[in-house]
């Protein structure tokens, strides 16, 4: 059967009849969905209510994005403080800065102050958003360090991975986590494969089509190979015998180790304390220690900071990931300047808020006794977390709360629990997203970030030095020597095109002609 090939009056006519259907039909179903379920007279939520609030973030001062740090300064800010998913705080994630930074200009002429270090701590359902919003470009999500391989602490690598590259990230990223547990299958009897090396090989696998289908541009820039990676596992202070071989072995294809798309897992033992980065040249290092949480593999992460310039004034924080209460985590955060430790309301609690009701006699004791059972296997109640600090001696200088639905009536309840042990109530805090603390020897600064929610990615650039696009064709440079260029059409069919021209579409993306206007009022 022959298609019809229409004129553009005809085109524009029956685009015009479509879209004033679905005008008429769409707006009909919108009234008489909002006439049946709302009133004009009573609000929905009571916004107020304090379950509904957060009076501690509404109070603290604002900061802009992207503000300068000091050469003796760590700026930690809050990106995902949530195990479930919620409006207001997303998946766990932290993200760490060390001083000084330098102003860079980007190609669109904007100024950035980079750090002179940085790391990702978890990268949580939803984050990828809050990071765009905190001013934070792709290439400098290429640091990862991930507590343990739960779908709240890491879903958002998908996102991060798959489209860093189409952004700044012309370079592989970098991610630590636990080696595998060693635990028996009591049915199978196995012994499985789930360290993050064996997660992220099947991870890389999976996102095959993404990857390729956007492999006709240059992934890599060739700088990296020379000026970078003879001597990043020197530079970055990796653990001996670490392997960086790029995820990739269940692919005959093997991403180049200084492609965007290259994987490159560090797995660190979840048994012992050890080393996971350790860069003399901006003074931040990060160990790693076991923590208590579900299933063997999982990890907490100190990072110490000492300025080249000040070594006196080292300064130091504690991610503690998911945990229950232990021992090492006391001895860890003895006097350290900021804790950053999970905490869970009590069972009960937990019961009535999935319940969306305060009414104590619809709690089940089966329901209870499952939560009871979640938290016995992974978390620090409101209690236990009081407990620990009890414990930790030199207190931290700052404890910051955070896993926890942080709203006026569960922060008042937590800080009940915790004066039960005797905690000051101004050593300690409760994390929101966009919440963020500037941390000096001499002070603390508490303060949330001024936000736009409709920012676009910072930091968009091309390589300098591209590598040949995978999916290519040849042409002639201005010299009339053959050059490789990405080719955007060589993965597809393109028989049922609907092509641009004079009839249809201007390919530089508007209406063909300056004839439109009059044509479209015909």
């Known amino acids: 059967m022959l298609r019809k090939k229409l004129s553009r009056r005809e085109f524009i006519k029956l685009q015009a009849a479509a879209l004033g259907g679905l005008a008429l039909t769409s707006s009909s179903a919108y009234r008489a969905v909002a006439s049946d379920t709302c009133s004009s007279k009573k609000p929905c939520v009571k916004k107020n209510a304090p379950d509904q609030q957060n009076s501690l973030f509404e109070h603290l001062e604002t900061c802009c994005i992207n503000e300068p740090l000091a050469d003796d300064e760590m700026r930690i800010t809050f990106l995902g403080t949530s195990c479930t998913p919620m409006l207001t705080q997303q998946g766990v994630s932290v993200y760490v800065e060390v001083g000084p930074t330098h102003p860079i200009v980007d190609p669109t002429g904007r100024v950035f102050n980079e750090p002179a270090d940085y790391a990702m701590f978890d990268c949580g359902m939803g984050v990828l958003a809050n990071y765009i919003a905190a001013g934070i470009p792709y290439a400098r999500m290429d640091k990862i360090f991930i507590a343990h391989l739960h779908a709240d602490h890491m879903s958002e690598l998908s996102a991060i991975y798959c489209f860093g590259e189409s952004a700044d990230r012309k370079k592989p990223l970098y991610v630590w986590g636990p080696s595998k547990s060693n635990l028996v299958d009591p049915v199978s009897g196995e012994i499985h494969e789930d360290g993050t090396r064996e997660i992220l090989e099947h991870f890389r696998a999976f996102w095959r089509w993404h990857t390729e289908s956007f492999s006709f541009a240059s992934n890599g820039y060739k700088e990296y190979l020379t000026d970078v990676l003879p001597t990043l596992r020197e530079t970055w202070g990796l653990p001996e015998g670490v392997d960086l071989t790029p995820a990739g072995k ?273």
């Open 250 to 522: 269940y692919s005959l294809y093997q991403d180049p180790p200084n492609d965007a798309y290259a994987l490159v897992p560090i797995e660190l033992n979840w048994e012992t304390v050890g080393v996971a980065y350790d860069n003399q040249i901006t003074g931040m290092k990060i160990t790693h220690f076991p923590v208590i949480h579900c299933r063997r593999g999982s990890i907490g992460y100190k990072l110490e900071f000492t300025p080249p310039n000040h070594p006196e004034k080292t300064l130091s924080m504690i991610y503690s990931g998911d945990t229950k209460p232990n021992w090492t985590m006391v001895e860890q955060a003895a006097g350290i300047d900021v804790l950053v430790h999970e905490i869970v309301m009590p069972p009960d609690r937990w019961t009535l808020k999935f319940k969306h009701t305060d009414d104590t006699s619809v709690l089940d004791p089966n329901v209870i006794a499952y939560f009871a059972d979640v938290q016995n296997s992974s978390h620090t109640t409101q209690g236990a977390f009081g407990c620990l600090l009890s414990q930790i001696d030199p207190r931290p200088r700052l404890t910051v709360a955070t896993h926890f639905q942080a709203t006026d009536d569960t922060i008042e309840l937590a800080r009940q629990s915790l004066d039960a042990y005797c905690i000051p109530r101004d050593v300690y805090t409760f994390a929101l997203d966009f919440m963020v603390f500037n941390v000096t020897k001499d002070v603390i600064k508490q303060r949330r970030l001024d936000i736009s929610r409709h920012e676009y990615p910072y930091g968009f650039t091309l390589a300098d030095t591209p590598e040949d696009p995978k999916y290519n064709k040849q042409v002639l440079d201005p010299y009339g020597n053959p050059i490789a260029v990405g080719d955007p059409e060589a993965q597809l069919l393109l028989e049922d095109q609907i092509d641009d021209g004079p009839d249809t579409y201007d390919s530089a993306g508007y209406w063909p002609g300056e004839d439109y206007s009059p044509q479209c009022r015909d």
